[in-house]
């Protein structure tokens, strides 16, 4: 109920103006521009996204390649169970 009165005496709109968030005001208007500006932030934050785990994976596969270089093919890390008699 609450929205609906907002709807219809524009307080939404008046709300949107007074913070400087024209982008979210509803207007009549159907504006081309924001449909094109929307996909083009979309497409950024995907593209930045992707980077990002990207990133996080050879950031992650360098460590693991790290760690096995440190053992040596020769020496016991404890998981077989050979012993020395």
Same mark, same amino acid.
């Given at each position: 109920?609450l929205?609906? /009165?907002?709807?219809?005496?524009e307080i939404? #709109?008046?709300?949107c103006k007074?913070? &400087?968030?024209e982008?979210?005001?509803?207007? !009549?208007?159907?504006?081309?521009m924001?449909? /094109?500006n &929307? ?6 934050e ?11 994976a050879g950031?992650?596969e360098?460590?693991?390649k790290?760690?096995?270089n440190?053992?040596s093919?020769? !020496? #016991?890390? &404890?998981?077989?169970?050979t012993?020395?008699l």
């Open positions: 109920m929205l609906c /009165v907002f709807n219809y005496f939404w #709109s008046k709300i007074t913070f &400087g968030l982008d979210l005001a509803f207007t !009549s208007i159907f504006d081309e924001k449909l /094109v &929307g996909r083009e932030l979309l497409k950024n995907r593209a930045k996204q992707k980077r990002n785990i990207d990133r996080y950031d992650l360098l460590r693991e790290k760690s096995a440190k053992k093919p020769g !020496s #016991s890390d &404890g998981d077989d169970n012993r020395l």
